[in-house]
């Protein structure tokens, strides 16, 4: 039997080590943000949000060049992700809550956990092929259903917890006073949890945001805005994550630069929307 | 003024159709949503199995995941082992090297830190989790993997080249992109996953069970080691599953760094491919109907894969009933 | 409810964004972007992609082009390297291709089979790959001869004092730094020139490699794109990687001389390679010409051809008339007065027969049966 003293000092020694081991993680972790952060910042300039990529030639001989094109680009795909992706998530996810004992729950919990799991970069091959092969070209369509795989099983997910945290002694009332059932979730439930649902399509659009892989293959890229608005929906269209990925391996030491820039303001981007749905959370649990 | 407008509903003549019909067609319409998910990942699976189909008929599904060749210059032959290896070491040695540090800082938030401080390093985590994988990679590429390479790669390979060459073939070439670059980028991207996860779990652990260590006179770390871990033990594995297959399906950051080697063999600090990494590097620029089939193989291959993760994960969630982050 | 409006703002963003694009369409021509642009309405965007050893001197054009139409017409090109370009071109997801390996007779009859007419491969520019390498202290001017460079691809040198080097380049103390060969992970018109070079001087490289837009590399590490190539030389001590000429002057890297087949010493240069391509062409110009008979020809060079179809309506990816004749006029312009852009872009001006062959090949592009070329051809010339 270990004397007291000995398991004290084997406490202050366990204490101490998860302390080195918090920040041995945290460290290279907040490391990377900033590293992020602070070469973005010294290498974004005006010109980053107003003008155009265009060719390499631009930016090795000191033009104007931007990435206003793929800004905007996200944003648009990004939105069509959303509209597509809205109406599925929270469809499933009320089946998953209000219909508890519906005989597809079970399957539907798997098959959601597993899409959700799957890489992304396999719903960019099935967007390829149920909207590009189709469609016969590369458009912000494609990528905004790539895009929508990605958020569908996430938005699902929230939206079912967001629903659950409702109790149901609310909807037991709605039903009491002889309201159907529609009626009890489409106007006491769902308003109740709208806090938890809107997070849900907060960080279902910041994971979103940040993929560069489903993209590759579907909004393709381009180095200018597209002349008309319909190009942004059924042409290629170029987004900030797959330009910062071909930025970085380009051999050009003025797109480097741009590719750190374009790194902080995606990261900006989605940590804000990260951020905004963590407070929105939070606000709930206060309320 | 609530209840006035709630009575204010009920009042309205509630008729069959107003209910009976309303309530149908709305469970038709939600269920129609859910079902388009389960049709959503049958579509994942058909339009996967039918694009792959010819490469799995011309290799053979075995031969095809056995095959170690990936050539579609002169034999067009196409075979996954190297990149289902590749994505199998970086993923096994990625949580390794994440699953204590991560375990450690879940505890330290759940059980050491005062709250505020947890507070913040939970949010914290939470928010590095949320970090872009192209962001993490455009580090790695002008950062990390130069640091790696004059650090650790460029000495110790001219150490070894002068003293032990018989290691060279083992080591590989310290270019900075390779197995141990990427492996590492990995383990750091997952960490905040783990944590998060440990956390949750951790979470679900009773008071009464706390409670009954410290009442027989346990000291806190005691308390953690006999009645915390315990406890939540199926919770921390379903964790590290969830958090094996994210890593298995990290794209970006690992193609950016891995340095792209198609074929056997694979070095500790040299180039090898993983399968995400393989399919976007190539299946924009295959040409051969053959080379794209078999890339729709290995897409396949990595759907099975993630799928039996899940299954497990879900099966491990399930029996232990806790929920398996819910945040991420 | 703060959260809805949120969730509206990037909505609104969005919307936003696409009401941008929309000034410049139908009604909005009267804000602003009629000054630039002429009539709205006859604002053209042009799909093309493939290639990346092109694609600095495709997109310059294209931003110059841009110009030169008073930005009516856009020229998207994205570099997807050879090989997609040609599947792209095939599937018909873009208006047309560019790439550094021409058409197979497999591919021209499936084409000529789709779409009723052939597929013309234009020569655009001309590529020239060298070998370029990192050694701390050491410029351009290192010379290699065809073993060497293929002995080291075979991971039979394995370090830059090999007896082999250093008797190349007498009076340089090359370190003992080890090789690390890079080479290209994605199919590509670079690795075709760079390989086929390889096989037509090695006959083990043949037999055991062959070669191709992506070939089963018997040693190295990959780099996606020209880019990723250069990228990983750059950062790479003691790599040695292939690149085109303008690649390697654009990012300052150090580039190696190559013996020819008439037994000169070929410093890369623009002229080298112009020289190289001083010989006889085929009409429908699909010839290789690696380690060229020329005596002054840099050995290591090629055509970068852009994809086109003799019926321009049966590629799917062009929608309407306007579209195939605005593809048509770039095209003059790019053979034309776009080479002007070359020098100073690091590439190599066409020669004049190749100039030629292309007139000849667009005088036949149709549009319904219509020889639209022709017609643009007058316009211009």
């Given at each position: 039997m270990k004397t007291l003293r000995q398991r004290n000092i084997r406490d202050y020694f366990m204490v101490g080590l998860l302390y080195v081991s918090a920040i041995a993680v945290l460290t290279p972790l907040l490391i990377i943000i900033g590293y992020v952060i602070v070469n973005g910042i010294s290498t974004i300039s005006i010109d980053f949000f107003t003008q155009e990529l265009g060719s390499p030639a631009r930016a090795m001989q000191g033009r104007p060049t931007g990435l206003v094109h793929s800004i905007l680009g996200t944003l648009v795909v990004d939105s069509l992700a959303l509209i597509i992706a809205a109406p599925l998530g929270l469809g499933a996810g009320v089946m998953l809550s209000e219909y508890p004992d519906h005989k597809l729950n079970p399957t539907l919990r798997v098959l959601n956990d597993t899409l959700n799991g799957m890489p992304a970069i396999l719903k960019g091959l099935l967007a390829f092929a149920l909207v590009v092969k189709p469609m016969g070209t590369f458009s912000g369509l494609a990528g905004g259903v790539a895009l929508a795989f990605v958020m569908i099983p996430i938005i699902a997910r929230s939206t079912e917890s967001a629903l659950m945290t409702i109790p149901w002694s609310i909807r037991e009332a709605g039903l009491a006073i002889g309201l159907p059932r529609w009626r009890v979730v489409l106007s006491t439930v769902m308003p109740a949890a709208r806090t938890g649902l809107v997070t849900g399509f907060l960080i279902a659009f910041a994971r979103a945001a940040g993929e560069a892989a489903p993209l590759?293959?579907?909004?393709?890229?381009?180095n200018y805005l597209p002349n008309h608005w319909s190009g942004m929906i059924f042409g290629p269209v170029d987004t900030l994550p797959q330009r910062l990925y071909s930025l970085a391996i380009s051999p050009y030491k003025e797109w480097h630069a741009m590719g750190w820039a374009a790194g902080v303001v995606l990261l900006v981007f989605v940590l804000g929307l990260f951020i905004a749905g963590r407070i929105l959370t939070r606000q709930k649990y206060q309320a | 003024m609530q209840n006035e407008q709630k009575s204010s509903i009920a009042d309205k003549p509630v008729s069959i159709i107003y209910s009976w019909l309303g309530d149908r067609i709305f469970l038709t319409v939600v269920v129609a949503l859910g079902l388009s998910i389960i049709l959503l990942a049958g579509a994942m699976a058909w339009v996967l199995t039918d694009e792959a189909g010819m490469a799995l008929d011309e290799f053979g599904i075995i031969g095809f995941l056995k095959g170690t060749t990936w050539d579609p210059g002169v034999q067009f032959r196409f075979g996954a082992l190297p990149f289902i290896v590749g994505t199998l070491v970086t993923s096994v040695f990625a949580l390794a090297i994440a699953f204590y540090p991560a375990v450690a800082v879940a505890i330290f938030i759940a059980e050491y830190a005062p709250r505020w401080l947890g507070s913040i390093i939970e949010n914290l985590v939470h928010l590095i989790a949320a970090v872009p994988s192209v962001v993490i990679g455009i580090w790695g590429i002008f950062v990390f993997a130069p640091w790696m390479r004059e650090t650790f790669y460029m000495p110790i390979f001219l150490w070894a080249a002068d003293h032990q060459p018989a290691l060279l073939p083992i080591l590989g070439s310290p270019i900075g992109y390779g197995m141990t670059t990427a492996t590492i980028i990995l383990a750091l991207m997952i960490i905040p996953f783990t944590t998060a996860l440990t956390r949750d779990a951790i979470r679900q652990v009773p008071k009464e069970q706390r409670e009954a260590a410290w009442a027989l006179g346990a000291t806190k770390w005691e308390v953690i080691r006999m009645a915390v871990i315990p406890y939540s033990r199926g919770g921390i594995m379903a964790g590290a599953i969830l958090s094996f297959g994210r890593a298995i399906g990290e794209t970006m950051a690992v193609a950016m760094l891995i340095g792209n080697k198609n074929n056997f063999p694979f070095s500790i600090m040299g180039p090898a491919a993983t399968m995400p990494s393989v399919i976007v590097n190539e299946f924009r620029e295959a040409v051969g109907n053959l080379h794209l089939s078999s890339l729709m193989a290995i897409g396949l291959v990595l759907f099975v894969i993630s799928l039996i993760v899940n299954l497990i994960a879900a099966y491990v969630t399930r029996k232990l009933s806790i929920t398996g982050g819910q945040s991420i | 409810m703060k959260a809805m409006k949120t969730i509206s703002l990037f909505f609104i963003s969005g919307l936003l964004a696409l009401s941008f694009f929309g000034c410049g369409g139908g009604e909005g021509s009267r804000n602003g972007a009629e000054q630039r642009s002429g009539r709205s309405s006859d604002r053209v965007d042009i799909l093309g992609a493939g290639a990346s050893f092109p694609a600095p001197l495709v997109t310059a054009m294209a931003d110059e082009y841009r110009g030169v139409t008073s930005n009516r017409v856009t020229v998207n090109y994205q570099s997807i390297g050879s090989g997609g370009g040609i599947r792209q071109f095939v599937e018909q997801t873009i208006m047309f291709g560019m790439t550094e390996a021409f058409l197979s007779d497999d591919v021209m009859q499936n084409v000529e089979a789709s779409t009723g007419g052939r597929a013309f491969n234009m020569p655009i520019t001309l590529a020239d790959v060298v070998t370029t390498y990192n050694i701390p202290g050491f410029d351009k001017g290192l010379v290699f001869s065809s073993d060497v460079l293929v002995d080291i691809y075979m991971g039979n040198i394995t370090r830059w004092n090999d007896s082999r080097i250093t008797e190349l380049n007498p009076g340089k103390d090359l370190p003992s730094l080890p090789i690390t060969v890079v080479h290209r992970s994605d199919g590509s018109g670079t690795t075709n020139i760079w390989t086929s070079y390889f096989s037509r001087v090695s006959d083990e490289w043949r037999g055991r490699v062959g070669y191709g837009t992506s070939v089963n590399w018997p040693v190295g590490v990959g780099g996606n794109g020209n880019e990723g190539v250069a990228g990983a030389v750059i950062n790479t001590p003691g790599a040695i990687g292939y690149n085109s000429l303008s690649y390697a002057l654009l990012n300052d890297m150090s580039y190696g001389s190559v013996l020819n087949a008439s037994g000169n010493i070929i410093e890369p240069s623009f002229e080298a390679t112009t020289e190289a391509a001083n010989i006889d062409l085929p009409e429908d110009t699909r010839i290789l010409f690696t380690?060229?008979?020329?005596?002054?020809?840099?050995?290591i060079a090629g055509f970068a051809w852009m994809l086109v179809y003799e019926n321009l309506e049966n590629n799917n990816a062009i929608n309407n008339r306007q579209q195939a004749e605005e593809l048509v006029r770039f095209l003059i312009w790019s053979i034309t007065?776009?080479?002007?852009?070359s020098e100073t872009l690091g590439y190599a001006r066409l020669p004049m027969a190749a100039v030629e062959r292309n007139i000849a090949m667009i005088e036949e592009v149709k549009w319904e049966g219509e020889l639209i070329g022709k017609e643009l051809l007058q316009d211009v010339l």
């Amino acid at each position: 039997m270990k004397t007291l003293r000995q398991r004290n000092i084997r406490d202050y020694f366990m204490v101490g080590l998860l302390y080195v081991s918090a920040i041995a993680v945290l460290t290279p972790l907040l490391i990377i943000i900033g590293y992020v952060i602070v070469n973005g910042i010294s290498t974004i300039s005006i010109d980053f949000f107003t003008q155009e990529l265009g060719s390499p030639a631009r930016a090795m001989q000191g033009r104007p060049t931007g990435l206003v094109h793929s800004i905007l680009g996200t944003l648009v795909v990004d939105s069509l992700a959303l509209i597509i992706a809205a109406p599925l998530g929270l469809g499933a996810g009320v089946m998953l809550s209000e219909y508890p004992d519906h005989k597809l729950n079970p399957t539907l919990r798997v098959l959601n956990d597993t899409l959700n799991g799957m890489p992304a970069i396999l719903k960019g091959l099935l967007a390829f092929a149920l909207v590009v092969k189709p469609m016969g070209t590369f458009s912000g369509l494609a990528g905004g259903v790539a895009l929508a795989f990605v958020m569908i099983p996430i938005i699902a997910r929230s939206t079912e917890s967001a629903l659950m945290t409702i109790p149901w002694s609310i909807r037991e009332a709605g039903l009491a006073i002889g309201l159907p059932r529609w009626r009890v979730v489409l106007s006491t439930v769902m308003p109740a949890a709208r806090t938890g649902l809107v997070t849900g399509f907060l960080i279902a659009f910041a994971r979103a945001a940040g993929e560069a892989a489903p993209l590759m293959f579907t909004s393709f890229g381009n180095n200018y805005l597209p002349n008309h608005w319909s190009g942004m929906i059924f042409g290629p269209v170029d987004t900030l994550p797959q330009r910062l990925y071909s930025l970085a391996i380009s051999p050009y030491k003025e797109w480097h630069a741009m590719g750190w820039a374009a790194g902080v303001v995606l990261l900006v981007f989605v940590l804000g929307l990260f951020i905004a749905g963590r407070i929105l959370t939070r606000q709930k649990y206060q309320a | 003024m609530q209840n006035e407008q709630k009575s204010s509903i009920a009042d309205k003549p509630v008729s069959i159709i107003y209910s009976w019909l309303g309530d149908r067609i709305f469970l038709t319409v939600v269920v129609a949503l859910g079902l388009s998910i389960i049709l959503l990942a049958g579509a994942m699976a058909w339009v996967l199995t039918d694009e792959a189909g010819m490469a799995l008929d011309e290799f053979g599904i075995i031969g095809f995941l056995k095959g170690t060749t990936w050539d579609p210059g002169v034999q067009f032959r196409f075979g996954a082992l190297p990149f289902i290896v590749g994505t199998l070491v970086t993923s096994v040695f990625a949580l390794a090297i994440a699953f204590y540090p991560a375990v450690a800082v879940a505890i330290f938030i759940a059980e050491y830190a005062p709250r505020w401080l947890g507070s913040i390093i939970e949010n914290l985590v939470h928010l590095i989790a949320a970090v872009p994988s192209v962001v993490i990679g455009i580090w790695g590429i002008f950062v990390f993997a130069p640091w790696m390479r004059e650090t650790f790669y460029m000495p110790i390979f001219l150490w070894a080249a002068d003293h032990q060459p018989a290691l060279l073939p083992i080591l590989g070439s310290p270019i900075g992109y390779g197995m141990t670059t990427a492996t590492i980028i990995l383990a750091l991207m997952i960490i905040p996953f783990t944590t998060a996860l440990t956390r949750d779990a951790i979470r679900q652990v009773p008071k009464e069970q706390r409670e009954a260590a410290w009442a027989l006179g346990a000291t806190k770390w005691e308390v953690i080691r006999m009645a915390v871990i315990p406890y939540s033990r199926g919770g921390i594995m379903a964790g590290a599953i969830l958090s094996f297959g994210r890593a298995i399906g990290e794209t970006m950051a690992v193609a950016m760094l891995i340095g792209n080697k198609n074929n056997f063999p694979f070095s500790i600090m040299g180039p090898a491919a993983t399968m995400p990494s393989v399919i976007v590097n190539e299946f924009r620029e295959a040409v051969g109907n053959l080379h794209l089939s078999s890339l729709m193989a290995i897409g396949l291959v990595l759907f099975v894969i993630s799928l039996i993760v899940n299954l497990i994960a879900a099966y491990v969630t399930r029996k232990l009933s806790i929920t398996g982050g819910q945040s991420i | 409810m703060k959260a809805m409006k949120t969730i509206s703002l990037f909505f609104i963003s969005g919307l936003l964004a696409l009401s941008f694009f929309g000034c410049g369409g139908g009604e909005g021509s009267r804000n602003g972007a009629e000054q630039r642009s002429g009539r709205s309405s006859d604002r053209v965007d042009i799909l093309g992609a493939g290639a990346s050893f092109p694609a600095p001197l495709v997109t310059a054009m294209a931003d110059e082009y841009r110009g030169v139409t008073s930005n009516r017409v856009t020229v998207n090109y994205q570099s997807i390297g050879s090989g997609g370009g040609i599947r792209q071109f095939v599937e018909q997801t873009i208006m047309f291709g560019m790439t550094e390996a021409f058409l197979s007779d497999d591919v021209m009859q499936n084409v000529e089979a789709s779409t009723g007419g052939r597929a013309f491969n234009m020569p655009i520019t001309l590529a020239d790959v060298v070998t370029t390498y990192n050694i701390p202290g050491f410029d351009k001017g290192l010379v290699f001869s065809s073993d060497v460079l293929v002995d080291i691809y075979m991971g039979n040198i394995t370090r830059w004092n090999d007896s082999r080097i250093t008797e190349l380049n007498p009076g340089k103390d090359l370190p003992s730094l080890p090789i690390t060969v890079v080479h290209r992970s994605d199919g590509s018109g670079t690795t075709n020139i760079w390989t086929s070079y390889f096989s037509r001087v090695s006959d083990e490289w043949r037999g055991r490699v062959g070669y191709g837009t992506s070939v089963n590399w018997p040693v190295g590490v990959g780099g996606n794109g020209n880019e990723g190539v250069a990228g990983a030389v750059i950062n790479t001590p003691g790599a040695i990687g292939y690149n085109s000429l303008s690649y390697a002057l654009l990012n300052d890297m150090s580039y190696g001389s190559v013996l020819n087949a008439s037994g000169n010493i070929i410093e890369p240069s623009f002229e080298a390679t112009t020289e190289a391509a001083n010989i006889d062409l085929p009409e429908d110009t699909r010839i290789l010409f690696t380690n060229t008979p020329a005596e002054y020809g840099y050995p290591i060079a090629g055509f970068a051809w852009m994809l086109v179809y003799e019926n321009l309506e049966n590629n799917n990816a062009i929608n309407n008339r306007q579209q195939a004749e605005e593809l048509v006029r770039f095209l003059i312009w790019s053979i034309t007065d776009g080479q002007e852009l070359s020098e100073t872009l690091g590439y190599a001006r066409l020669p004049m027969a190749a100039v030629e062959r292309n007139i000849a090949m667009i005088e036949e592009v149709k549009w319904e049966g219509e020889l639209i070329g022709k017609e643009l051809l007058q316009d211009v010339l």
